[in-house]
C-alpha cells in the first residue's frame, strides 16, 4: 500500500460483461470518480465486451446515461466528453475463438494507437465464475496475456471465486495454468470500503489499541452484516448460493482477518496478506458436529420493514417455492493462536434484517467489580469499541461514567468518530481504490490463492452438512427480524447476547 499520489499508468481496461449491472453501477462511476480527482492517466481508454452485438456509439450513449443517474451528483459535462472520446465497445460469444478475441485484438491495437496507450491492458471480468478460465486462455491465445517487454498485462476477477474449495482449487489451479499468482486480482468489494481500510490505520497507526488488542483485555468479537434488502433480481444466482457462500467467505472474513491481524513487517501486499493468511489458517474448522452447535441458519419468511409488506423468500423470483437455502447465517468462530485463544468471534449476516448495517463490535472485559460491590452499581458497564462500517462510517467507544447526584450510579456514555463530520462527504462507489490498484500494480487488497483456498476450507464442512441435513425450520424467522432464534441462542448460551441497535 502506497501513500503517495500517482496518476495510475497508461492503459486500456477491457470488462467483459460490460453490459451489465455492476459496470454501469459501479465500474463506469468508479472510473469517473478517479478520472474527476485526476487518478486516470490521458493516455487511458476502455473497451466493453459484452454478449451483445453494439455500435460503439450506442454503447457510448448508454454509459454517458447510466453515468448520469448513478454518479451520484450533478456530472462535470468536460468529464463526460473526456470519457465518450475513450469508450469503446465489440461483442460476441465468449466462448468463440474465432471471431471475438480476434475483434477485441483488433480494436486494442486501434484503441492504443489512437490514445497513444503503450499496450499495458487491464482485464476485468464481471462474468461468472464458470466462465474465468475459459476467457483468460482465449486472451492468452491470442497473445494478450503474456507480460513482455516492459508491457504488464493484468485480471481482475470478481466474487464469487468457486462455490466450495473444490471448485476454487480448481479455478486457481486452470489460473496458474495461464497467468502468474502476479497477474491475477481476486477483488472483495468490502477492501474498496474506506472504513475497512481505516482498521490496519487504526490498529497499527496508534499505540493506544494495541497493547490492549487481545485474550487479555477482550472477552469476545462480533461482526454483523445486515441488511434490509431481500434476493431482488438475484434469486437465480442466490438459491444456489445462500447467505454463508455469498458473504462470509469473502467479504466477513476480510473483516475478521483485518481485526485479528498480528501486525505486518511492512505494508507491501504480502506482508499484509501474509499475516491475514495466518488468521485464516489459525480459525478452527467445524467437526461435523461442531455444526449442530456452532452454526445457525435462517431463511426469511413474509414481514414488514419500514411499513411495507415483504413477501417470503420462497415466494421471491427465480426462487424455488421448497428452497432449502439460508438467507441468514451466523458462526460462532475461534481463532487458534498465542492472542485470541479463548475468545470467541461470533458473525452473522442476513437478508431483510430491519436494518442495513455492518459493524465490527470488540467487547472489552468487565471491570473488577471489588471497588462498586457495595454501591448501588448493579452491573458495570463494560467498555466496547464499535467499528461502524456502514453506512455511516466511523467509530465509537462506549464506556461507563458516574450519572451526577449524590449516590454512585453508573450510565453508558459514547465517544464517537464520524468520517463524514470529520472529513466531509466523500462520493465514492468502493470500487475507486481497487481499480486504481490494480492500475498501479498494487495487489493489497486483493486475494491471493491460498486466502481464497483458506477460507473455502473453513466453511466447506459447514456446507456439507447443512446441504446433507436439510433445514426442517424454514422459513424461521420473519422479515424485518433480527434472524431465527437459534441465533440468540448461539450467544445467550455463553451469557452473551447481539448488539441489536438499528443505528
Ligand atoms: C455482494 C453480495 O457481494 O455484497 C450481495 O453478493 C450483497 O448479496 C452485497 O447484497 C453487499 O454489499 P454491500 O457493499 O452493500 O454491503
Known amino acids: 500500500m502506497s501513500n503517495t499520489q500517482r496518476t495510475a499508468d497508461p492503459c486500456v481496461m477491457v470488462i467483459f460483461g460490460a453490459t451489465g449491472d455492476l459496470t454501469k453501477r459501479k465500474l463506469f462511476p468508479a472510473l469517473y470518480n478517479l478520472a474527476k480527482e485526476k487518478f486516470l492517466p490521458e493516455n487511458f481508454a476502455i473497451i466493453g465486451v459484452g454478449r451483445q452485438e453494439l ?5 457510448r450513449n448508454k454509459i454517458i446515461a447510466d453515468l448520469k443517474e448513478f454518479i451520484g451528483g450533478a456530472p462535470d459535462e468536460k468529464m463526460l466528453e473526456w470519457f465518450e472520446q475513450r469508450i469503446y ?15 477485441i485484438k483488433a480494436l486494442l491495437g486501434e484503441v492504443c494507437a489512437a490514445h497513444r496507450i503503450p499496450e499495458n491492458y487491464f482485464y476485468y471480468l464481471a462474468t461468472p465464475p464458470q466462465l474465468f478460465a475459459n476467457v483468460a486462455g482465449k486472451i492468452d491465445k491470442n497473445g ?3 507480460e513482455e517487454n516492459g ?3 493484468r485480471f481482475i476477477f470478481e466474487k464469487p471465486f468457486g462455490r466450495d474449495i473444490e471448485s476454487a482449487k480448481k479455478l486457481n489451479y486452470e489460473l496458474g495454468e495461464i497467468l502468474t499468482e502476479k497477474q491475477i ?11 475497512v481500510q481505516n482498521i490496519l490505520v487504526f490498529r497499527f497507526g496508534n499505540s493506544i489499541f494495541e497493547p490492549i488488542w487481545n485474550r487479555n483485555f477482550i472477552d469476545h468479537v462480533q461482526i454483523t452484516v445486515a441488511e434490509k434488502l431481500g434476493v431482488e433480481s438475484r434469486g437465480g444466482y442466490y438459491d444456489t448460493a445462500g447467505a454463508l457462500r455469498d458473504m462470509i467467505p469473502n467479504h466477513i472474513f476480510q473483516l475478521i482477518t483485518l481485526t485479528a491481524m498480528e501486525p505486518p513487517v511492512s505494508f507491501e501486499a504480502d506482508a499484509v496478506r501474509d499475516e491475514q493468511s495466518k488468521i485464516l489458517h489459525a480459525i478452527q474448522p467445524f467437526a461435523p458436529e461442531d455444526v449442530l452447535h456452532k452454526a445457525v441458519r435462517g431463511q426469511y419468511g413474509a414481514g414488514d420493514i419500514d411499513e411495507k409488506n415483504l ?6 423470483e427465480q426462487v424455488n417455492p421448497q428452497s432449502n437455502t439460508e438467507t441468514f447465517a451466523a458462526l460462532k468462530l475461534s481463532i487458534d493462536n498465542w492472542r485470541w485463544a479463548g475468545v470467541p468471534f461470533y458473525i452473522r449476516t442476513g437478508k431483510r434484517l430491519p436494518a442495513k448495517r455492518t ?6 472485559k468487565k471491570a473488577p467489580l471489588l471497588l462498586f460491590r457495595d454501591t ?29 447526584g449524590p449516590i454512585v450510579n453508573m450510565g453508558e456514555v459514547d465517544m464517537d468518530f464520524n468520517y463524514v463530520d470529520h472529513f466531509g462527504e466523500q462520493i465514492s462507489t468502493g470500487y475507486e481504490r481497487l481499480l486504481y490498484d490494480c492500475m498501479t500494480g498494487d495487489a493489497t487488497l486483493f486475494q491471493r490463492a491460498d486466502m481464497v483456498e483458506a477460507s473455502w476450507q473453513i466453511v466447506s464442512p459447514i456446507l456439507d452438512v447443512w446441504q446433507a441435513i436439510p433445514a426442517r425450520d424454514f422459513p424461521n424467522y420473519e422479515s424485518g427480524g433480527w434472524g431465527p432464534a437459534d441465533a440468540d441462542e448461539l450467544l445467550n448460551r455463553d451469557g452473551r447476547r447481539w448488539k441489536n441497535t438499528l443505528d
Open 55 to 59: 455500435e460503439i456509439a450506442d454503447f
Open 89 to 103: 465497445y465489440t461483442g460476441g460469444d465468449f466462448d468463440d475463438d474465432k471471431k471475438l478475441f480476434k475483434d
Open 144 to 146: 494478450l496475456g503474456k
Open 151 to 153: 508491457k504488464w498485462r
Open 185 to 195: 486480482y481476486r477483488i472483495d468489494h468490502y477492501l474498496g470500503k474506506e472504513t
Open 311 to 316: 413477501a417470503a423468500y420462497r415466494s421471491e
Open 359 to 364: 459493524d465490527i463490535t470488540i467487547q472489552f
Open 376 to 404: 448501588s452499581v448493579e452491573k458495570l458497564t463494560t467498555n466496547r469499541l464499535v467499528i461502524h462500517v456502514q453506512p455511516d462510517e466511523g467509530i465509537t467507544l462506549h464506556f461507563g461514567a458516574k450519572v451526577p
